[in-house]
Nanobody, 127 residues
Framework: QVQLVSSGGGSVQAGGSLRLSCAYS????????MAWFRQAPGKEREFVAGISWSGSTTNYAGSVKGRFTVSRDNAKNTVYLQMNSLKPEDTAVYYC????????????????????WGQGTQVTVSS
């Protein structure tokens, strides 16, 4: 059974940085696309960033491009989200998710396509 455990959230002032981590267990990590989504109070869950199994392809939401960086370490079964220049509108619960795929050229944004989800970690950015 695949399990995802995310960590690294917290409170930070605008302009600050945080790094989220998501530890994977229960399968072959290198067979999965990994992604981060977020959900702010009263809003729908949205795609933030994703990375192919090999790390060769990444995909970012326009609102975070240039500020956030997704990466993975297949030896450690962990995916990361480095968040810089944080803004109050980045405040949300952040979820990591996994989707089985060996296609290195594609990282999807569709929520239903992701099979496994972590428990979420809160990120709060104050102005």
């Amino acid at each position: 059974q695949v399990q995802l455990v995310s960590s690294g959230g917290g409170s930070v002032q605008a302009g600050g940085s945080l790094r989220l981590s998501c530890a994977y267990s229960g399968g072959t990590f290198s067979s999965y696309i990994m992604a981060w989504f977020r959900q702010a109070p009263g809003k729908e869950r949205e795609f933030v960033a994703g990375i192919s199994w090999s790390g060769s392809t990444t995909n970012y939401a326009g609102s975070v491009k240039g500020r956030f960086t997704v990466s993975r370490d297949n030896a450690k079964n962990t995916v990361y989200l480095q968040m810089n220049s944080l803004k109050p509108e980045d405040t949300a619960v952040y979820y990591c998710a996994a989707r089985y795929s060996r296609n290195s050229a594609y990282v999807g944004r569709s929520i239903p396509s992701y099979e496994y989800w972590g428990q979420g970690t809160q990120v709060t950015v104050s102005s």
